[in-house]
């Protein structure tokens, strides 16, 4: 069954839909918000994943699912750091990377050093681009 076609089952009701839908796409939309925002990944999921059935009219079909569930799952991160970083006015998704917005040592375990100063330099720079290149490598 098409990604469009559970889509609609599940805004019409079937919960299977909705679940098989949501462990397709799982792996992938958990490793676009795990080393994006580590404490708040598991929500970001579920809200990108409601958000979809609430806009499922704005999906014609014309692309590819993913494309849409990404594009939700953008703006799902970016309402999520500026609702948390609500005194920061100048927040830019353009410009300010996940770094800017938790200076914290990053928590991402990683297995060997190359791995590491990987993650560390997508964390560096701005969100926009870390996207980009993550759809373009490894989606």
Known sequence: MSDEALLRAWAGGDE??????????????????????????????QTTMLECVRSKDRFRGDAPFRGFLFGVARNTLLHHFRSRFRDRL????????????????????????????????????????????ELHYWE
């Open 90 to 133: 100048d927040f830019d998704a353009s410009r300010s990377s996940v770094a800017d917005l938790d200076p914290r040592p990053s928590t991402i375990a990683a297995r060997n050093a190359e791995q590491t100063r990987l993650l560390e330099a997508m964390r560096r720079i701005p969100v926009d681009l870390q996207i980009v290149i």
């Open 16 to 45: 299977a839909a909705g679940a098989m839908l949501y462990r397709r796409h799982f792996d992938a939309l958990y490793r676009f918000f795990r080393t994006k925002a580590p404490d708040a990944y598991e929500d970001l999921i």
